[in-house]
Nanobody, 126 residues
């Protein structure tokens, strides 16, 4: 079975940067399209960014496009999210998600992904 583990969250001040990592095990990483979502209390998961199986396509929410960058290293079974110029509105629990590249689905919809990690908390103080 596929297992995803996020890391890299923490408590930072506005304007700081963080890099999140997501490691996949139990499957061939290059078979998976990957995404990042975030969630705050009382809200559903919000799309943040996604990257295709080979890294050739990336997608971003408008709220983060100018500040965040998603990448992947298939030799390390790892996806990254570089987050710059963080602000308090970025405070959330961040989750990575995986979907086999031959499964139909939207890049932007959480229910269209097959596997999820446990999340990592990002808190940005003002």
């Amino acid at each position: 079975q596929v297992h995803l583990v996020e890391s890299g969250g923490g408590l930072v001040q506005a304007g700081d940067s963080l890099r999140l990592s997501c490691v996949l095990s139990g499957g061939r990483f290059s078979y998976y399209n990957m995404g990042w979502f975030r969630q705050t209390p009382g809200k559903g998961r919000e799309f943040v960014a996604a990257i295709s199986w080979g890294g050739g396509q990336t997608f971003y929410a408008d709220s983060v496009k100018a500040r965040f960058a998603v990448s992947r290293d298939n030799d390390k079974n790892t996806m990254y999210l570089q987050m710059n110029s963080l602000n308090p509105e970025d405070t959330a629990r961040y989750y990575c998600a995986a979907r086999l590249n031959y499964h139909d689905g939207s890049w932007y919809v959480d229910s269209d992904y097959d596997n999820w990690g446990q999340g990592t908390q990002v808190t940005v103080s003002s």
